[in-house]
């Protein structure tokens, strides 16, 4: 079955970086376009960022444009978020979704705070 594992979240102060991985098991990684989502405490699960299967086109949201860059190793089987230029607000519960089978991770917590 689909498995997604979300690591590297944290607490960082604002303008630090953090570096989320997200492992994928039990579909072909390769050819799935992946995404980034997060839901902050009393708000909606949002969309942060996506990369298509060979990586070759990525979309972000206008919050985090110019901050955070989305990547993948096909080879490992694994997509990141590298989080730049943190601020309070980008505090959430961080997951990742491989859309073809609404399939998601169990979330990890990232923290920005002084």
């Known amino acids: 079955q689909v498995q997604l594992v979300e690591s590297g979240g944290g607490l960082v102060q604002p303008g630090g970086s953090l570096r989320l991985s997200c492992a994928a098991s039990?579909?072909?990684?390769?050819?799935?376009?992946m995404n980034w989502y997060r839901q902050a405490p009393g708000k909606e699960r949002e969309f942060v960022a996506g990369?298509?299967?060979?990586?070759?086109?990525?979309n972000y949201a206008d919050s985090v444009k110019g901050r955070f860059t989305i990547s993948r190793d096909n080879a490992k089987k694994t997509v990141y978020l590298q989080m730049d230029g943190l601020k309070p607000e980008d505090t959430a519960v961080y997951y990742c979704?491989?859309?073809?089978?609404?399939?998601w991770g169990q979330g990890t917590q990232v923290t920005v705070s002084s």
């Open positions: 990369i298509t299967s060979a990586g070759g086109i990525t």
């Open positions: 979704t491989v859309p073809r089978y609404n399939s």
């Open positions: 039990g579909f072909t990684f390769s050819v799935n376009t």
